[in-house]
């Protein structure tokens, strides 16, 4: 536990312009981001007494080990700032929402010769138009299923729509009315854009003028007598208005606005957004964050903005939206709304009439959605809180192991080895911190010494950035063959700041670091703030085996020096935990939770094994001798291949044949004369019921 008094800025250091700041930590994590108004004013609130401090605030300064700042000139560049920070360096002090389910959209690809209508979830790609989001991907097929009959746009798979252009036949959806076949060219591609621009049209809202269409269309029909036009233009009337319904009329006049509602606890908060366009409802969508910092209303609905619209341009950013509190600089907000919409955004509170209604139900839905939140996370807290005690006092650890890490070895046959490094915190799966090796000092099946290979890398890897982040400093006395002997010796942790730059003061926001002094010691190092991939060590390390596999782990760890952390392994056979030096395994019940979660981390760490050597196979069989290469790309591979009609064929070539290809210099067919004549042909496949030799086909594989 650091004391802020230890990285105070000066008195007067800190300027009084706007800005944005970034508390670090000892290994120089950015562990919160915050903008002010008055930098002095806003950073002075951080270092009174302690006693002072809310609880959350408490925390986050003493294990802070100094702050620096960013001055910008205007309040919406802080804003922007802020926002630019918090998603780069994901800070743990800051409010950061998560979605609690992965919302389907609609989408329209108009990024696309022929643009697709598709169910997409996930990250948002461009030039693509997305409505939504739904509560369900079936909602989403039914709106679709009725529209088409009106807007028969694509929504076949590109290798669906491949296929029928290259048979010439359309697939069910052209023959039923319900596509207009542009893979078979019934329609141009100029006219099939227009049908996807009208789709996106009434999606957005203007709904009204396609149904008055349709029905002065209808009425025409009939009295020219063409009964059967008029009857399906009726039909397609009435599948738009059934379409219309799904989404209920909830404010007059077309109103396009964002409703954002906030639930909160003491430790919790959920927020729920509705989406109005054109007065319908059109999406709905739910967050939930923990309060790691000490935020009001303002606040969260502040960072719900940010998140909400901070990728978002254009018609994305609705004309108005409601909140239930301001944020501290409402100005701002708008302001920056504003530039990313294009046009002026209303930000406001709804006072009366229906808007105030409609935000009564969206604050339902906020508390409901929490109350759920809170009555799942107990029971799932609960869970994972026993699993880790059972597991601390089965290996008697002094602590629960909050961070464990598990490995696997995985190969075929002694072929494509491979490891994994699976990460779980506080129970659950960190994917973002998984990592793979290859076996690199020695070949074949032993996986033993894979494992202590595996591992001494990634602990040396620890080590290297335990001495980039200054936490400690080999001894100084030592000579250059004894410090590499024992690298896990420390002098206890240095807390270090960056080197501020002399010479004339840039033009631009500048960061002002402040904090300890740097050791002189040290090397001059560039810390950005992101976690390093190696930087932090686990409490507990397991690895999928038995007494080998962990008494290889231990010697691995033991060499580097490294005696606080703890291991152990999980035998597949019978589901024993092996110690080091044991004799005996360690056997759990099977109805243990601890057991559990130890069999979902072994078995994430094979998974997560076997799919990354199952690729590095694939990826073998798929090699070929171009493939060394140098500037020869697939399409003149694929060049060489047609018109030689295999590589055993190439082979047999000659310079100057190979140079007859279009696109092949001299150079190049030199360099792959060489490739091929520096490779050993495989050998012929022999037919084991004939003994027939198997000639290689055009493709250049042998069948």
Not at 59 to 74: G, H, K, L, R
Not at 317 to 337: G, I, R
Not at 425 to 431: N, T
Request: with cysteine.
């Amino acid at each position: 536990m650091a004391d802020p008094s230890s990285y105070r800025p000066k008195p007067g250091q800190i300027p009084d312009s706007p800005g944005v700041y970034k508390f670090r930590d000892e290994h120089r994590r950015v562990i919160y981001v915050g903008k002010a108004k008055n930098l002095r004013q806003r950073l002075a609130n951080y270092f009174q007494d302690l006693a002072g401090l809310h609880p959350r605030t408490r925390t986050m300064v003493t294990t802070a080990a100094s702050v620096e700042w960013t001055v910008v000139s205007t309040e919406v560049e802080a804003l922007q700032l802020e926002y630019s920070w918090i998603k780069e360096y994901d800070p743990r002090f800051n409010v950061k929402y998560r979605d609690d389910k992965s919302y389907p959209y609609l989408a329209v690809t108009l990024n696309e010769e022929f643009p697709r209508v598709q169910v997409m979830r996930g990250a948002k790609k461009k030039g693509v138009r997305y409505f939504g989001p739904y509560g369900h991907a079936w909602a989403i097929r039914e709106t679709v299923d009725l529209m088409l009959r009106v807007f028969p746009v694509r929504t076949c798979s590109a290798g669906v729509f491949k296929n029928a252009a290259r048979t010439g036949r359309p697939c069910l959806l052209g023959y039923i009315g319900k596509c207009s076949a542009p893979c078979v060219g019934r329609v141009t591609p100029e006219e099939h854009r227009e049908l996807a621009d009208d789709f996106c049209d009434f999606m957005a809202g203007r709904t009204g003028a396609y149904i008055r269409r349709l029905e002065k269309d209808m009425t025409a029909a009939a009295e020219e007598m063409e009964y059967e036009r008029a009857a399906r233009l009726r039909d397609d009337a009435e599948a738009l208005k059934r379409a219309m319904e799904k989404s209920a009329v909830v404010l007059a006049d077309a109103t396009d606005a964002d409703l954002i509602a906030v639930a909160e606890d003491e430790l919790e908060a959920a927020v729920q957004i509705f989406h109005v366009r054109g007065g319908r409802v059109r999406g709905q969508r739910g967050w939930v964050t923990d309060k790691v910092e000490n935020v009001d209303t303002s606040g969260l609905v502040e960072h719900a903005l940010q998140q909400l619209y901070g990728e978002e341009a254009g018609d994305a950013v609705p004309k108005e939206v409601l909140v239930p509190a301001l944020p501290e600089d409402p100005d701002a907000v708008s302001q920056w709304l504003a530039e990313r919409r294009g046009s002026q955004v209303s930000l406001r509170i709804p006072q009366r009439g229906d808007k105030k209604d409609l935000m009564a139900t969206v604050q339902r839905n906020a508390q409901q959605a929490l109350g759920l939140h809170k009555t799942k996370r107990a029971s799932d807290l609960t869970t994972r809180s026993r699993a880790l005690e059972e597991i601390s006092e089965a290996l008697g650890l002094d602590t629960a192991p909050l961070r464990i890490e598990c490995f696997d070895i995985s190969h075929l046959q002694g072929d494509d080895v491979v490891a994994s490094m699976v990460v779980f915190e506080d129970g659950l799966a960190r994917k973002g911190e998984y990592r793979r090796f290859q076996i690199k000092t020695f070949e074949g099946q032993d996986d033993v010494r894979s494992m202590h290979e595996v591992i001494g890398r990634r602990f040396r890897r620890y080590l290297h950035e335990k001495e980039h982040t200054g936490e400690w400093e080999e001894n100084p006395a030592q000579t250059p063959e004894q410090t590499s002997q024992t690298p896990g010796q420390t002098s206890g942790p240095t807390p270090t700041a960056p080197v501020l730059p002399t010479g004339p003061a840039p033009t631009g926001p500048v960061p002002a670091p402040t904090g300890p002094a740097p050791d002189s010691a040290a090397e001059p190092r560039e810390d950005d703030g992101r976690p390093k991939r190696f930087a932090y060590p686990p409490q507990l390390l397991v690895v999928d085996g038995g007494q080998p596999q962990v008494a290889a782990a231990k010697r691995a760890l033991d060499e580097l020096g490294i005696d606080d952390i703890a291991v152990c392994g999980l035998a597949k056979r019978l589901e024993e935990v092996w110690l080091p030096d044991d004799d005996d395994p360690v056997v759990l019940p099977r109805s243990s939770e601890g057991l559990y979660l130890l069999q979902r981390i072994r078995d994430e760490a094979h998974r997560f094994a076997i799919t990354y050597q199952r690729a590095k196979r694939a990826k073998r069989v798929r090699s070929s001798p171009l493939d060394d290469v140098t500037g020869l790309g697939d399409t003149r591979k694929q060049a060489l291949i047609k018109h030689f009609g295999s590589v055993k064929k190439l082979r047999q070539a000659t310079i100057d044949e190979i140079c007859e290809v279009p696109g092949i210099g001299r150079r190049t067919a030199e360099s792959v004369a060489v490739a091929l004549a520096s490779t050993t042909p495989a050998a012929p496949a022999v037919n084991t019921a004939t003994g027939e030799i198997i000639e290689e086909d055009d493709g250049g594989s042998t069948t």
